[in-house]
């Protein structure tokens, strides 16, 4: 079922209220002035109808001071709404910014803390468009609330009480009218709302298709395969396209309906009243304000109906957004933290007991059991597909619905709060992920929060061997790298990544791959520079050039995710085994 089917109206303004209840002031003082305004624009109809009725009777032509009092007040109240109406507007809208930013900022938060798993089974552009959609229904709402749904409340109420003072009889026809206007809108508005979630559902497919595409835009333009992308794109705006026609086709028959009906209204009381002038029943005051006020009451009944369409597509906007905060988490669950133990800051191994683990209903560890002693060197080697990166997926705590143990001592990492632990652990994978923003706050958004970092800045980039790379910049370290670090080589964004995993200082490296972009020579300066740091870390590298791992201390070997050999390089080497095959393969 879709989030939004189960999501209630009642929940709708539940969730509402809370992103308005830290700006609560700002909202109830827009409030204000905007009712004060609208009822202000009740008074001009009511003051022309009384003025008529004055003038065309002699007695009050003979003392005009009635009718000078009223002119008076116009003007007062004429004033008061210049202010009042803009003021309500100024508070209100202020609210609607900052409760949708709010909705933003939780919603890209709790996205960071929801599993790897999720993450998976969600496009890049699929998140982003329910992000940008639920701050736009926030916004939405509140505006509409200052734009519309208030002035519609205060005509309705305040024109039913007028006439019923004059008219009870009229003022229960014009509640017929709004009632069944609104009843009668709100079911054929059913039918166009269906459709609409159709058509917001293959726009968000239609966003992430485009998202996915311009952030490989370097792949698209190297291999000229943009036609593959706009065949897609072709496909789903055709499909979008037919799902918009019949879209506008409900709302413009619903619209044309409710136009009928409400010119058949007017036409029937403007007789009625009418007749009855012709009879000396009512007098023509009734009907000029009639006339004058009926303007706003099918206006209001019209802004009420389509007030409740847009508040009906934002509820959607707004579902998507809160059915990814309802999402819990597993791994990093809140509710988990009184029950979960810290990193032990000197724990004397890591050991993985029968470790078992299926990804995509096809098995990729199968009874892995490995000791890492503290401060030990571990390579992990392995065809492709062997389960070298699910290995370290697991080590980063990314799963958990894992058969056996990983223990840091006797802890089972699944007890230890995630946070805690990947604060001291850091991670070089194969094609470093960079961020728009300068090389220097690429390294350093790497260091842990409310620690000061132990290792200099300039002594990493000397260690990555990036300082070569700096002098080249324009600016330096304060060069922006663009999207994806598409500035730099893929060399140079790995000794980025290198440079990154060194400023965090951590217990526990993870390398993957981290020199398989680097020409040898870099590759050996690097290897060169690690050597020197490794023993200051417990390190694991998953590598493919087997040269790279002579110095490690154990070397393990996986084939379709068994451990099938392990030992130092040379035993391995000497056995004749898969991993002597591997070495002499890449030999020849």
Do not use: C
């Not at 002035?33 to 008529?52: G, N, V």
């Not at 109420?157 to 009843?183: A, C, H, N, R, W």
């Not at 579902?319 to 009184?338: C, F, H, Q, W, Y």
């Not at 058969?403 to 990947?422: F, H, M, T, V």
């Amino acid at each position: 079922m879709e989030p939004e089917n189960s999501y209630s109206f009642r929940q709708y303004l539940k969730d509402l209220s809370r992103y308005i209840s830290p700006y609560r002031l700002q909202f109830f003082m827009g409030l204000f002035f905007r009712f004060t305004s609208d009822l202000s624009r009740l008074y001009p109809a009511w003051a022309i109808s009384r003025i008529i009725v004055l003038l065309s009777d002699p007695v009050s032509l003979n003392n005009p001071s009635e009718v000078l009092k009223i002119f008076i007040f116009w003007g007062m109240v004429s004033i008061y709404f210049s202010f009042s109406h803009n003021l309500s507007k100024y508070f209100g809208y202020q609210v609607a910014e900052r409760a949708s930013l709010d909705i933003y900022k939780e919603t890209l938060s709790h996205i960071f803390k929801l599993d790897f798993a999720w993450q998976e089974g969600e496009s890049s552009g699929n998140k982003m468009k329910r992000i940008d959609r639920g701050l736009d229904g926030v916004n939405i709402t509140i505006r509409r609330i200052f734009d519309v749904l208030v002035e519609v409340f205060v005509n309705t109420v305040g024109i039913i009480f007028i006439f019923f003072s004059l008219d009870k009889t009229l003022s229960l026809s014009i509640v017929f009218f709004m009632t069944t206007y609104f009843l009668f809108s709100t079911l054929m508005l059913k039918r166009a709302m269906s459709q609409e979630k159709s058509v917001n559902k293959s726009f968000e497919d239609l966003g992430g298709v485009t998202f996915e595409a311009l952030n490989n835009i370097q792949t698209i333009k190297s291999l000229s395969i943009d036609w593959g992308v706009n065949v897609s794109v072709d496909k789903q705006i055709k499909e979008l396209t037919q799902k918009i026609k019949r879209r506008i086709f409900l709302y413009q028959s619903r619209g044309g309906v409710q136009l009928i009906y409400e010119s058949l209204f007017l036409f029937s009381v403007v007789s009625w009243i009418a007749w009855g002038i012709i009879h000396g029943q009512r007098d023509v005051g009734l009907l000029v304000l009639f006339i004058g006020l009926f303007g706003k009451v099918s206006t209001s009944s019209d802004e009420l109906t389509q007030v409740t369409q847009q508040l009906a597509l934002a509820k959607i906007w707004v579902s998507r957004a809160m059915a990814i905060l309802k999402t819990k988490p597993i791994i990093e669950n809140p509710e988990k933290v009184d029950i979960q133990q810290t990193y032990p800051p000197n724990w004397k191994k890591i050991e993985i007991k029968k470790l078992a683990f299926d990804y995509s209903k096809k098995s990729a560890l199968r009874q892995i059991s490995l000791t890492i002693h503290r401060g030990e060197k571990i390579g992990i080697v392995g065809m492709s597909g062997a389960g070298k990166s699910t290995l370290f997926k697991l080590l980063l705590d990314l799963y958990e619905d894992y058969d056996g143990d990983i223990l840091i001592d006797d802890i089972p990492l699944k007890n230890l709060a995630r946070q805690s632990y990947i604060d001291h652990v850091a991670v070089v994978l194969q094609d470093t992920e960079l961020f728009n923003m300068s090389l220097k706050a690429n390294i350093e958004i790497a260091g842990v929060r409310g620690i000061t970092p132990r290792q200099d800045l300039e002594e990493v980039i000397r260690m990555a061997h990036l300082s070569s790379v700096v002098e080249q910049l324009e600016q330096g370290v304060d060069t922006i790298v663009g999207e994806k670090g598409i500035k730099l080589s893929g060399g140079q964004r790995q000794r980025v990544g290198i440079a990154r995993a060194l400023y965090r200082q951590p217990d526990i490296l993870l390398l993957d791959e981290a020199t398989s972009h680097l020409d040898a020579h870099s590759e050996k300066e690097i290897q060169n520079a690690l050597k020197e740091n490794l023993h200051k870390f417990t390190t694991i590298v998953i590598a493919h050039r087997l040269s790279t791992i002579k110095e490690m201390d154990k070397i393990v070997v996986l084939e379709h995710g068994k451990i099938v050999e392990q030992g130092s390089f040379a035993e391995l080497l000497n056995n004749d085994g898969v991993f002597s095959r591997m070495w002499k393969e890449q030999k020849l």
